[in-house]
């Protein structure tokens, strides 16, 4: 049941319900005026004004929390419900108290740290506002897939109107004119759809064109997209103490693509702190791969944290204009970088099953739940008994798979080409990123095994990539890699090792004769084997139309680089032959509408197929086609 504010007279009500639209109105003014305030070198409003807006919309933002609190039928539930609120108000007057004490500046000096605090702390509760309205939506008969698409499409215009900013890019972007300036915004709204579909692909270079500000942006777009809008939406409705609602629940549930609605509060907050943990850990580690030379700790740790993220949420994106060429062989990368991109790619359901199993073994029996004995019947063994569910074992099986033999086949593939001869010329090979081949063998085993992780959906590389380097076979497996993508509910994209998987146990069964599909034990219901089919089929014709309408705008290009580029886009890897920054307007929308697409596509679908059946009341009389 949800917590609603209880009034006493209905005059009441409506008072309340019109001081939240002014407060809606004047927040939103209050955004534009952060966003003049701090985008432009020279505000196009004096900043008094923009400073007196914003304190309109703290003082209305305080006013209808009095007012919440006074109106209420019982007001110390009312501040127990409305603590973030309280709790932002206290951390204004603590920072402004302590800067009074230890710095003691001028009334002047302070009353500016004031109003930066009172300027934080709107940010944050109008992204808290925000997310509410989104959960808002849920309850009403909006479909799920349409919300998911909604809430993206939102994330990436205000992104976009955030890195068009001239202070996000660096001077000699932010004076273009004409055409210039279309292509220009028409850049910033590519970066942005690329960081929330965390695809990777980029025309304008993260680290050089964008400035500290606008690579904070793409840190935030490339978080929200990589966790999906609706955990969000789930995580700030359990800071807020509000009960999800039955719609709301489905739609998360979807999101995460979790079986039990009971469990979803407990696996949204699952998935932020491994999430946390996770890209905590990999900035701890990546922090000593940094040279000396970079500068002050903060630099360091910006660049720490922001390739860790990049690294858990399989965004790609790095402040390196040649990715990890130039660090391949620092170790940092296959214990830092490589284990995210693994544990991010694996799914949030298999994440929790291997948490769940190893919490058990490490529990004395004694001290179990009665839910335990569901998952680990007391009666049996532990080391007999392996209480993974059949995705876990999918996962977990295609995963080593498709990690051991890419590997040794990159290995081979750019062994074969290095021994064929270097075809590029010396002045050419001197300025390009080393092929794999020209590696020691060592050195190739480790650039091959870092290539079977990152190709499936990462996007980061630490060797050259372009025709010249790579071998034609090698980069054939790398698109058959980024179509496969990592699994179910994870970061990752493409159609998914889960749907593969069943695909190949479906042909094994077939050509066992078997009239049902097996696997470990488990037979799979023909309704799960349709799915799989069916997302597969609709990835390659998403592919196959994006790859189509390439080969009509970009004539100069080769057949393999327009597809691999198509792969990279829907699959949202982010790996490029060189291709991106070369394309024409029309070739750079349809590799937007590819990587959205790519997205949204199959988590869409599965809301689609999992929605309202309507069973037939007829059947018609069998006949069976030939086949082959």
């Not at 039928?73 to 007057?93: E, M, N, P, Q, Y």
């Not at 980029?202 to 500290?212: A, K, L, N, P």
């Not at 970088?337 to 994440?351: Q, S």
Request: net charge positive; aromatic share 8%; hydrophobic share 50%.
């Amino acid at each position: 049941m949800k917590h609603t504010v209880l009034l006493t007279n209905p005059l009441q009500a409506a008072g309340v319900t019109r001081l939240r639209v002014v407060l809606w109105v004047v927040s939103g003014l209050a955004l534009v005026s952060l966003g003049l305030e701090y985008g432009f070198d020279e505000p196009p409003l004096p900043v008094a004004v923009l400073v007196a807006m914003q304190l309109v919309a703290v003082g209305v933002y305080l006013l209808s929390l009095v007012t919440d609190v006074v109106h209420a039928s019982k007001r110390v539930g009312a501040v127990r419900r409305r603590w973030f609120d309280l709790l932002l108000i206290l951390a204004g007057v603590v920072v402004l108290a302590v800067e009074m004490e230890v710095t003691s500046q001028p009334l002047l000096k302070v009353s500016t740290i004031y109003v930066v605090t009172l300027q934080v702390g709107l940010l944050v509760r109008l992204g808290v506002g925000l997310v509410q309205f989104n959960l808002a939506l849920a309850e009403h008969r909006l479909h799920p897939g349409r919300l998911v698409v909604l809430s993206f499409l939102a994330v990436i215009v205000i992104g976009a109107l955030l890195l068009a900013l001239p202070k996000a890019v660096v001077p000699e972007l932010r004076y273009e004119e004409g055409d210039y300036l279309l292509k220009h915004w028409l850049n910033c709204l590519f970066t942005s759809v690329s960081a929330t579909c965390v695809t990777g692909l980029t025309v304008y270079d993260t680290g050089s064109s964008f400035t500290r500000f606008g690579q904070m942006v793409i840190l935030v777009l490339i978080q929200l997209g990589g966790l999906g809008i609706m955990i969000f939406g789930g995580l700030f409705g359990i800071l807020l103490r509000r009960q999800l609602s039955l719609r709301q629940s489905l739609a998360l549930q979807d999101a995460m693509s979790h079986q039990t609605l009971g469990q979803v509060r407990e696996m949204v907050k699952f998935v932020v702190v491994v999430t946390l943990v996770c890209e905590f850990v990999g900035a701890v580690v990546l922090y000593t791969m940094w040279p000396v030379s970079m500068g002050q700790s903060p630099e360091r740790v910006f660049y720490s944290v922001f390739h860790a993220v990049s690294a858990f949420c399989n965004a790609g994106f790095s402040l390196q204009s040649d990715s990890l060429v130039a660090y391949r062989g620092a170790w940092q990368v296959y214990m830092g970088i490589m284990p995210l991109i693994v544990v991010g790619g694996l799914g949030f359901p298999v994440l929790h099953d291997l948490y769940h199993v190893l919490r058990l073994r490490l529990t004395p029996a004694r001290l179990w739940r009665e839910t335990d004995a569901i998952v680990l019947p007391r009666g049996r063994l532990r080391g007999t008994f392996h209480p993974f569910s059949l995705h876990t074992k999918l996962v977990l099986v295609s995963t080593v798979v498709l990690i051991v033999l890419p590997a040794l086949g990159f290995f081979v593939f750019e062994s074969l080409h290095r021994w064929g001869g270097d075809h590029r010329p010396p002045e050419v090979a001197a300025l390009m990123s080393p092929a794999m081949g020209d590696l020691t063998p060592g050195e190739r085993a480790a650039a091959a095994i870092f290539q079977s992780v990152t190709t499936r959906t990462a996007g980061f590389n630490t060797v050259g990539l372009d025709p010249d380097s790579f071998s034609t076979a090698g980069a054939f497996l790398a698109i058959l890699l980024m179509f496969i993508g990592g699994s179910p509910a994870s970061t990752a994209g493409g159609v998914k090792t889960v749907a593969i998987a069943i695909i190949a146990l479906s042909v094994y069964s077939t050509l066992r004769g078997r009239a049902n599909v097996e696997g470990f034990k488990r037979t799979i219901p023909p309704s799960v084997i349709q799915r799989a089919g069916v997302v597969v089929l609709l990835m390659f014709t998403l592919v196959g139309v994006v790859t189509l309408l390439l080969c009509l705008t970009e004539r100069g290009e080769s057949l393999l680089a327009v597809l691999f580029e198509s792969v990279s886009a829907c699959g949202t890897v982010g790996l490029s032959t060189g291709l991106t920054p070369r394309l024409t307007i029309a070739g750079r929308v349809i590799i937007m509408l590819g990587m959205f697409a790519g997205r949204i596509g199959p988590l869409t679908l599965l809301v689609a197929l999992a929605g309202k059946v309507t069973p037939a009341r007829y059947e018609y009389p069998h006949e069976q086609p030939l086949i082959g």
